[in-house]
């Protein structure tokens, strides 16, 4: 637990913290019976310092000697590590091992000792390891932390990057040596041949792999497969959304970023959209404010493929300030009272918000969470906004889900186009079928009138509101000239050529450990 779970020290166990393996079983199996999916997070880059598997190397024992990643000190040296390479976090990647005389790798913590996928022994363990989660009756893994499987043989210094002046900051370097290396991608696609053979062996129904890389685009496309049509992760996370937009980005920075990954996704494969992450800011304090959130929910919601939900996002959470004191993020943890606000994921890891009583009903017990609350959860919590009588953010979430549930929303064709001097517009229609669907965001702060059939000449001359943003005097059911549609600042809304009542068969699977939500096909 010293990055919060993320630091293993039993690959095929429970922590005594969340119960026992016999507890999981039965969630399963409670799970199956309520027709949810569970997706376990796995792994594979490090472990624990307190692992078995490490001590055992550490003392050079047989058949662990080269599980992990070790190196000498620089020739001619005194204990100087063997090359310029930094951590994720802060400080040298390598940490001196007094009992072995070698440095180890850790590419995170100093307590996540890197293993070493150059050596067979320690990939067929991992693969075994996700055979017997297999075994328990999970349905797939998110696969963490996967650019930094493998390292460049040699361990040659990486260059600068001009970006930084620290040498100890991750910003200094140019990691051209220790992320995104070919051997990672096949990793990845052997991954998958375990789930695809467990499915063959088992009659069993799909396994799913969801990997974590924030790569550049060129680098993420080849996750999906390869050029002899081997398969890799089904979903790719996307996080786009995330690193190219901010407060600032106008309409026609959405629609650059969103058909900058529809353009990679390839043939047989499906999109997929992501709006928070637990490493990452929240929406509203990210985009500017309380404004953006049914936006950015209402674009993510209509565009083609799966959707993928950080808790919280629902009801419109923000960050909440936390003092060094209160810090528990071990990459901040690192840092200064100064600088930690660098480096701190804090303020988008507080308790969720259920109800307006103590600790925002995150926990019953007299104890202070481990986070502080917002100071204003009373108001931004899911019992108040199923309660009201008025629009919320949740209320509206929902309704987008029931709009997906035909599943034709993941499917089907899209268009976009920027309308005004800042609406972003998204049309939807699906073959064989006389449903059309139009997103109208306005990303302004200015009143916008605009015409929707430049979008599509075939709409018709009136459409129907199915869904509409907080911040809209509009109510659904309600019709609209299609050529003369005005949009207050900030308006989300999504029409229709006509009404209709859906009903949701989506699905939500919480993934610890940090309970981010994935709407799914199910």
């Not at 792994?43 to 047989?62: G, I, L, M, Q, T």
């Amino acid at each position: 637990m010293a990055d919060f779970g993320y630091d293993i020290s039993n690959f095929t166990d429970i922590h005594p913290s969340f119960g026992t393996l016999d507890d999981f079983k039965r969630m399963v199996e409670e799970a199956k019976k309520l027709q949810l999916r569970v997706i376990l997070d796995f792994v594979p880059n490090h472990s624990s310092d307190e692992h078995e598997w490490f001590k055992k190397s550490v003392k050079r024992e047989a058949g662990f000697e080269d599980y992990y990643v070790w190196h000498d000190p620089k020739p001619g040296k005194d204990r100087e590590p063997p090359n310029n390479w930094v951590a994720a976090w802060y400080g040298s990647a390598w940490e001196w091992n007094e009992e072995r005389q070698q440095y180890y790798l850790h590419q995170f913590h100093k307590k996540q000792p890197d293993l070493n996928y150059r050596n067979p022994v320690v990939v067929q363990t991992m693969k075994d390891v996700l055979r017997f989660w297999l075994d328990q009756g999970v349905d797939g893994f998110r696969i963490d932390a996967v650019p930094w499987l493998f390292e460049t043989i040699g361990f040659p210094d990486e260059p600068l990057s001009g970006e930084s002046s620290d040498p100890l900051s991750q910003n200094y370097l140019r990691h051209i040596y220790t992320l995104d290396q070919p051997e990672t991608v096949d990793m990845v696609y052997q991954w998958r041949e375990v789930m695809d053979q467990y499915k063959t062996d088992h009659n069993s129904t799909t396994k799913v792999l969801m990997t974590e890389a924030w790569s550049a685009l060129d680098v993420v496309k080849t996750y999906f497969n390869d050029s002899n049509n081997r398969q890799g992760s089904q979903m790719p996370f996307n996080f786009q959304l995330i690193l190219r937009l901010d407060m600032n980005s106008k309409a026609i920075d959405f629609k650059t970023v969103i058909d900058s990954w529809l353009e990679i996704v390839p043939p047989g494969h499906t999109a997929n959209w992501v709006l928070g992450n637990h490493d990452k800011r929240r929406v509203s304090s990210r985009m500017g404010g309380d404004h953006m959130v049914d936006i950015m929910a209402m674009i993510q919601f209509i565009l083609p493929g799966i959707t993928v939900t950080y808790q919280g996002e629902e009801i419109g959470m923000h960050d909440v300030d936390i003092s060094w004191a209160e810090t528990q993020d071990p990459a901040a943890c690192q840092l200064t009272e100064e600088t930690y606000q660098e480096g701190t994921r804090d303020p988008s890891r507080t308790p969720f918000q259920w109800d307006t009583t103590a600790n925002a009903g995150f926990t019953n017990a007299s104890v202070i969470p481990w986070l502080p609350l917002a100071a204003d959860y009373p108001s931004i919590n899911v019992q108040v906004q199923e309660d009201t009588t008025q629009n919320s953010h949740l209320k509206v979430y929902k309704e987008l889900m029931n709009l997906r549930g035909t599943n034709t929303l993941i499917w089907g064709s899209y268009k976009s186009q920027v309308l005004g001097s800042n609406v972003l517009a998204i049309l939807r229609s699906f073959p064989n079928d006389d449903r059309t669907y139009v997103a109208l965001t306005n990303i302004g702060s200015t009143l916008e009138t605009i015409d929707a059939t430049t979008l599509d000449s075939s709409l018709p001359a009136e459409l129907v509101f199915r869904v509409v943003g907080i911040s809209s005097n509009h109510a659904a059911g309600e019709t609209i000239t299609t050529s003369n549609i005005q949009l207050q600042p900030y308006e989300a809304i999504v029409l229709s050529n006509r009404a209709g009542n859906i009903v949701s068969n989506a699905v939500i699977i919480i993934m610890p450990i940090f309970l981010f939500a994935v709407i799914v096909r199910y």
